[in-house]
């Protein structure tokens, strides 16, 4: 086990800054997502921690230890790739062995340690098949088992569950978390799905444009987002931003309730004209524009159904958030400002 | 399916076979013509009034004997192989890492460097066998096999190479990638990874040195005067044709017998050779 | 640790480029392994190159040992010379008019192969034969199906009565004919490789492009055409690149056939650079008219190379 930290780590082609001075640090046993949209950077900020790209400058540190000189063999990391990168004209036990053969590992040794690795991920009626005879979920599994073989100092994942069908990825996230946590390998997860980083993340890092915006839990980014990217990149609908007087006010679509939601607190309604609903089953969501005093901007709200109280798309209806739920950004950077009275945003 | 449909099906099903069928006669036609010659008499190949197409008379092992009891066939065909198997085997050791070089590890100067490399094969025998020839005498290898090993190279190496990058180009950079992270070095990465994906590029690179060798005239024309030291494709063609007098019979053996074999062999490799652009692992 | 020694030694990291420290640096592990290569081509390509260039403004002859410079001499004589000019429009009558062939009729013959029908590895051996028979002998074979007394195309059109039962088609002998046979013969050399090189770029074009102009209502010509071609056009340059190259520099068939004649009907420049340079013993001109036939295909190459890599960018 060992911990990964990058330190100012920049990397450019030709003229385009792919990162952009990033400075992470994961924790004994954490298993951290980058998350971003693509061509953020996340993907070849993982591929400098392997050793397959070149930092322009910056270092890579893995288990306290500066590792830019060194080639991906000698950095005690395993990797799955997006696209898994099983060798097809191997079997299945000989893509797992292949990492220990690299060790010189006895063939006794390997045969142990192959099933092993097989039964971690249930694979062990398959190993005689060659990969183009498996399913995409078969395949991601292969790939794990031979990441894990030789039990590495940290796990590196590239989307690792981008080609697996939308049924096939939930319980293969579930699988994924159960297996982290019981071995405690350090883990660094790219990818630019928000629910998987959610759910899988110990710590996100939210990327764009080659640099860490916010770096926390998945409460933390959520809740108390950094900036306004961060703000309307997770969640979805994203978070509602209105132009205030000297700031930015956000609040999320879940937190924007008719007012009998809330028959106690004191907060000031806000007018709310509907403009179009859409029934999700568990939710509703709500389109519509603010009215008077708010400036005249789209918005939406997120209903659970637990809130039954009838919604007519054209009628207005008074909405409130609660002060504790309101977000506050600087209007020209982004980042976030001290909280203050919402009225007085918009008088 | 209506009777319309099922008429119009059958009639495209008889286009298609007549299409393949009128090519391959067209390919094979000469290849039939060297089997038949070869077994007939002479007398029945002199007779204009026989239909040339069937035996008028009964077949005759003659030509076959000819060939390789009277010509120096057999040891021309022990100097194509001979020569074949180490111009493949010089044409491996060049351009096999020449291609993974230009496909992977170079950027821009190597995109121009492979094109350069293909250009040379443009450089046509004709224009190069003059001053080989002076070369080649230089080093005191004229009359010698071994000249054809060195300058044979000059046309496999090119063309190998630029077809080799093009095989390599298409191995997905994830799977050397995973092998440098699962233990091993950018060259280990190669050797148990790109080359065994890549077999039936190299095979096929294999196939055509070899064929390309035994197809070369002019630079064996050129530098190897004693019949003892020919290759088969200027043996037969400039010892069996004596002026006008042709030994049909022994010159269709001759080529028969060079040609039908390896091509045999090579059809194996086509189905590689076309399977082997796309491999289908990833994804 | 001991705090004694005034000067504890410092492991210096080794900066010696040893092979373990090679085959990690990309840097240097490619040079390295396309120098073999480059060295190679450059000593036996290239050297030679540049000699013939040197012969080509030298008055050298296959027997004499001088080697005087004579400017641009041996080029002007060359052009001067009706043969050469008969030998450069014969080259591209016989380069172009293979090439149609070849492109159309590899077309053909691929879609033809496409389709998975019986015996198809049968046929398929038969049509790759003409590439893989050593050219000298197969054209030996067509010189025997084309000899002007035995020629089995005159039996046949004979026996079909297309022509008289005294009349005889001098396949080699006439001007037009011959020229008709050289390209026939060359096609057939050239189609087998064509045919592969197509093959595998239809085979490449993904299936549910095919589906989705099917579902569209396509019709067959309209689906080559708009569809199949565009998607093939940098495999079919492949191809016409090779064939190209093969047709202005291979002297093969014309050597074994005719020997550029009747009367220099089908002689192409390096049939002509053979006869001159070789045969007549004139190095310097023929190396000349050699030189002749590099810019062109220098030409034709670039703008293969151009096309293709066009159509691989969109």
């Known amino acids: 086990m060992a911990t990964v930290e990058t330190r100012n780590i920049r990397k450019s082609f030709g003229s385009v800054q792919a990162v952009n001075g990033v400075d992470l640090s994961t924790k004994e046993g954490e298993f951290l997502v980058l998350l971003g949209s693509s061509g953020c950077g996340k993907t070849t900020l993982l591929r400098m921690i392997a050793g397959l790209e070149k930092p322009t400058s910056g270092e890579v540190l893995i288990a306290g230890e500066v590792v830019n000189e060194m080639p991906p063999r000698a950095r005690k990391i395993a990797m799955v790739f997006q696209s898994y990168a099983l060798y097809p004209h191997m079997t299945v036990f000989k893509n797992i062995a292949f990492p220990l053969k690299a060790q010189r590992m006895g063939t006794e040794a390997i045969r142990q340690k192959v099933e092993w690795a097989a039964g971690l991920f249930g694979i062990e009626l398959l190993l005689h098949r060659k990969p183009r005879q498996l399913s995409g979920g078969e395949r991601q599994r292969v790939a794990l088992a031979r990441a894990v073989v030789r039990e590495p100092a940290v796990f590196l994942l590239d989307e690792p569950l981008s080609n697996l069908d939308a049924k096939l990825r939930a319980s293969a996230r579930d699988e994924l978390q159960q297996f982290q946590r019981r071995i405690g390998t350090t883990t660094i997860y790219v990818t630019h799905d928000q629910v998987e980083a959610m759910g899988l993340g110990d710590r996100i890092a939210v990327m764009q444009h080659g640099k860490v915006r916010q770096i926390g839990t998945p409460m933390e980014v959520y809740d108390e987002p950094a900036d306004t990217f961060v703000a309307a990149f997770l969640g979805s609908p994203p978070m509602n931003l209105m132009e205030g007087k000297d700031c930015l006010v956000g609040f999320r679509p879940e937190h924007f309730l008719p007012k009998e939601a809330f028959p106690m607190t004191g907060a000031a309604p806000v007018p709310f004209r509907v403009t179009r609903l859409e029934y999700l089953g568990a939710d509703r969501l709500l389109y519509g524009v603010l009215e008077r005093p708010f400036p005249e901007q789209k918005v939406i709200a997120r209903l659970p159904s637990t809130v039954s109280i009838p919604i007519q798309p054209g009628e207005r209806y008074e909405f409130v958030v609660q002060e504790k739920d309101l977000r506050f950004f600087d209007r020209d950077a982004g980042h976030r400002t001290e909280a203050r009275p919402l009225v007085a945003q918009f008088a | 399916m209506g009777p319309l449909a099922r008429l119009k099906y059958w009639a495209a099903d008889r286009a298609h076979f007549a299409i393949v069928l009128a090519f391959s006669i067209f390919s094979a036609f000469p290849f039939y013509w060297m089997i038949i010659t070869t077994f007939k008499r002479n007398s029945d190949l002199i007779n204009r009034d026989n239909n040339p197409f069937i035996f ?210 090579y059809n194996f490799f086509v189905d590689r050779f076309i399977a082997g652009f796309t491999v289908g692992a990833v994804k | ?206 299936r549910d492009i095919h589906d989705a102009a099917q579902v569209d209502g396509a019709s067959f010509w309209r689906h080559y055409f708009q569809i199949t071609m565009p998607l093939l056009l940098p495999v079919a340059m492949v191809a016409l690149l090779f064939g190209v190259v093969f047709a202005f520099t291979d002297m093969t068939v014309i050597y074994v056939l005719t020997r550029g004649g009747p009367y220099d009907t089908t002689q192409v420049l390096a049939s002509l650079a053979f006869f001159t340079g070789v045969v007549g013993g004139d190095t310097a001109e023929g190396a000349a008219i050699s030189l002749y036939l590099f810019p062109l295909l220098l030409a034709v190459a670039i703008a293969f190379l151009r096309i293709a890599r066009r159509s691989e960018v969109t």
């Open chain 3, 1 to 206: 640790m001991k705090l004694v020694q005034g000067t504890a030694p410092v492991k210096v990291a080794s900066r010696r480029v040893t092979f373990a420290h090679l085959r990690d640096r990309e840097e240097w592990l490619g040079p390295l392994m396309i120098a073999p290569a480059i060295l190679y081509i450059v000593l036996v390509v290239g050297f030679p190159f540049f000699l013939a260039i040197y012969y080509s403004f030298s008055d050298i002859t296959l027997g004499s040992r001088s080697l005087g410079f004579v400017g641009l001499k041996n080029f002007a004589a060359v052009f001067g010379n009706t043969n050469f000019r008969t030998a450069l429009w014969n080259t591209f009558v016989f380069a172009v008019g293979s090439q149609l062939l070849v492109l159309v009729l590899a077309n053909m013959l691929a879609l033809a192969l496409l389709k998975d029908f019986r015996g198809k590895w049968f046929f398929r051996l038969l049509i790759l034969l003409p590439w893989v028979a050593p050219i000298s002998l197969g054209t030996i074979g067509w010189l025997w199906i084309l000899d002007s007394t035995y020629s089995v195309i005159n039996w046949t059109l004979q026996a079909l009565r297309i022509i008289g039962p005294k009349a005889r088609l001098i396949w080699l002998g006439v001007p037009y004919l011959a020229m008709g046979s050289i390209i026939t013969v060359h096609v057939w050399r050239l189609l087998p490789l064509a045919t592969v090189i197509i093959l595998a770029g239809l085979s490449s074009i993904p």
């Open chain 2, 56 to 265: 008028n008379e009964p077949p005759t092992l003659e030509h076959l004997r000819v060939l390789f009891h009277d010509t120096l066939y057999g040891i021309w065909l022990w100097n194509t192989a001979f020569v074949g198997v180490l111009v493949v085997g010089i044409t491996l050791i060049l351009a096999v890492p020449a291609g993974y070089a230009l496909a992977r590890l170079s950027g821009r100067w190597g995109e121009h460097l492979g094109i350069g490399i293909f250009l040379t094969y443009l450089v046509p025998p004709t224009l190069l066998f003059i001053p080989l020839s002076k070369v080649v005498v230089g080093l005191g290898l004229q009359d010698s096999l071994w000249s054809l090993v060195l300058v044979y190279p000059s046309f496999t190496v090119p063309f190998s190479t630029w077809l080799l990058m093009g095989f390599f180009k298409a191995i997905p950079r994830d799977l050397e990638e995973a092998a440098m992270i699962d233990g091993y070095s950018r060259l280990g990465a190669f050797a148990k990874i790109v080359m065994p994906i890549s077999i039936a590029g190299i095979l096929t690179v294999v196939i055509f040195s070899f064929t390309l060798v035994m197809q070369e005239f002019v630079y064996a024309l050129t530098f190897i005067s004693p019949v003892k030291q020919y290759t088969v494709s200027v043996g037969v063609p400039t010892f069996l044709v004596h002026g006008d007098v042709y030994f049909w019979g022994s010159l269709m053996a001759g080529c028969f017998i060079a040609s039908v074999p390896i091509a045999i062999v």
